[in-house]
């Protein structure tokens, strides 16, 4: 511990503030880095999916920069406030939101990107922001806030062994999120291939000129489908505490989100259903992508909100057919068509059913299946692996940051 020592954080970054903009400039434009990146992710993703309309002067006063940090300024909760996320490279035309603030380095090799990416959200640096933000009425950072915010850290050349040693957890997680997206690919275009182009194993099925379908093939409410069925049992009691999942704690086809831990007394009223195996889950909400998929080795105990609709299947070679139709882009945009409502627009169980599916024979469905099943229950042991790995992750930071485990050269 002997080359540790406290910073003041204003000595070594220069602090601004984000982009501001009307909901009408997004969508389009240069890449953006919303609030969600930040509040996600240790490091800035590789990729800002977010567009905003910007020019060359807001570019430049909001650039995103290798080494620069990005913390949640503002915040109903105490921890969501300070949660970092760190530039591992320049982002070019890229911005940032303005409920963040930008530190960026004043100096070259002072305090290492990949350290301070983990720092800031150790045990240590959360617990400075928790008794700042208990001094305060509601959460919030601002520059003089800020100025008075330290970092305890090491010599350089130690800082950049203990952002390895982390940063090697997450290379690992990377690595198994992209088996992840490369599993769901595979299912995906083989599912198109069959069920859209109508090309099984590479040959055209004879279409029925009537219905325009293959032969045997019908057009179903997607509610009176043979294959699968709505699921709509709700949970009327638990025992102990669960974790209850809200649709922002889904990203895509991923839980991202930590949930938040309940008990039947505390549980919010929308805290409705309980996950099972084998089932497939959607965000009713209009303009939203958000899809959960449990198989057979799923063995998290999740209550989620009533603003997931879900089905499960006739049977477990009917689950991968049944992933791929709520998982289309043909089913989410007749999810956003019939979406209904004055304040949260979101498809209710009455339109639900007027969307209309295409359902093949059953021995189809289940070729299909008996093909990606296993690589579905693959795709779930890659998640479990990620989320030990966090875990290990999460162990290991506090007692690096600590210094408890020395990794100083003798």
């Excluded at 406290?6 to 389009?28: P, Q, V, W």
């Excluded at 008794?131 to 806030?145: G, H, K, Q």
């Amino acid at each position: 511990m002997k080359n540790w020592k406290y910073f003041n954080i204003t000595d070594y970054y220069d602090i601004s503030s984000g982009l501001s903009k009307s909901a009408s400039e997004f969508g389009e434009g240069f890449p953006f880095l919303s609030f969600k990146d930040v509040f996600g992710n240790f490091f800035v993703p590789k990729t800002l999916k977010e567009l905003v309309k910007t020019n060359l002067k807001e570019q430049e006063k909001c650039s995103i920069k290798n080494g620069d940090i990005f913390l949640t300024r503002t915040s109903e909760k105490v921890e969501e406030l300070g949660l970092s996320c760190v530039a591992l490279r320049d982002y070019p035309n890229a911005t940032f939101n303005g409920f963040t603030k930008r530190l960026r380095p004043k100096y070259i090799e002072a305090l290492d990107p990949f350290f301070m990416g983990f720092y800031l959200r150790s045990p240590k640096f959360r617990a400075d922001i928790s008794v700042f933000s208990s001094l305060i009425t509601r959460a919030s950072l601002n520059n003089d806030a800020l100025s008075r915010l330290k970092i305890f850290a090491p010599d350089y050349p130690t800082q950049k062994k203990i952002g390895q040693i982390l940063y090697a957890y997450n290379k690992l997680i990377e690595n198994n999120f992209g088996r992840i997206k490369i599993l769901e690919e595979i299912a995906h275009r083989t599912y198109e291939e069959w069920f859209v182009k109508f090309r099984v194993n590479g040959e055209q099925l004879p279409i029925d000129e009537t219905t325009g379908l293959p032969v045997g093939w019908e057009r179903k409410k997607i509610t009176e489908c043979y294959s699968f069925s709505q699921h709509k049992t709700k949970i009327k009691h638990f025992e102990g505490e669960l974790k209850y999942l809200a649709t922002a704690d889904v990203d895509g086809t991923l839980i991202t989100g930590e949930g938040e831990t309940v008990n039947w007394e505390n549980k919010p009223s929308r805290a409705q259903i309980k996950l099972i195996k084998e089932s497939v889950w959607f965000a009713r909400m209009s303009k939203t992508y958000k899809v959960i998929l449990t198989t057979s080795n799923f063995n998290q105990e999740f209550i989620i909100s009533s603003g997931f609709a879900g089905f499960v299947p006739r049977n477990s070679y009917c689950l991968p057919f049944l992933f791929c139709v709520i998982n289309s882009n043909d089913f989410n945009e007749k999810k956003n068509l019939f979406a209904t409502g004055s304040t949260q627009v979101s498809l209710n169980d009455i339109s639900l059913s007027s969307i209309l599916v295409i359902e093949p024979e059953i021995d189809l469905i289940e070729s299909f299946g008996k093909l990606f099943l296993s690589q579905l229950e693959l795709r779930q042991n890659l998640i479990d692996q990620n989320q030990k790995l966090k875990q290990s992750r999460d162990i290991l930071l506090p007692r690096l940051m600590s210094g408890t485990i020395n990794v100083e050269s003798k």
